[in-house]
Nanobody, 123 residues
């Protein structure tokens, strides 16, 4: 079992930055692909970014590539999402997820999910 707790969400103006963190419990953290997903009101959940178990490979949605950076620290059981140049369309609840995902963009391939943290970007 892995428990995930996100933090770092909040309200920011367009063009600003936020850093989301996800703290994981359990000694198996380093085995899992870690992903960030988001869901805006009235919209489906969408993939944002993912990082391989070793941290050596990262993946990004086209909409955030070049603005967001995902990283992980297996010694501290944490994964972070640095979000720069935020846009109003980035407004959503952001979820951290862990799993043995083969196709990292598919939410159903993740086994564990956090409760989410709200990110609101004002124009």
């Amino acid at each position: 079992q892995v428990q995930l707790v996100e933090s770092g969400g909040g309200l920011v103006q367009a063009g600003g930055s936020l850093r989301l963190s996800c703290a994981a419990s359990g000694r198996t953290f380093k085995r899992y692909v870690m992903g960030w997903f988001r869901q805006a009101p009235g919209k489906e959940r969408e993939f944002v970014a993912a990082v391989s178990s070793s941290g050596g490979t990262t993946y990004y949605a086209t909409s955030v590539k070049g603005r967001f950076t995902i990283s992980r620290d297996n010694a501290k059981n944490t994964v972070n999402l640095q979000m720069n140049s935020l846009k109003p369309e980035d407004t959503a609840v952001y979820y951290c997820a862990a799993g043995s995902a083969v196709v990292v963009t598919h939410g159903y391939e993740y086994d564990y999910w956090g409760q989410g943290t709200q990110v609101t970007v004002s124009s």
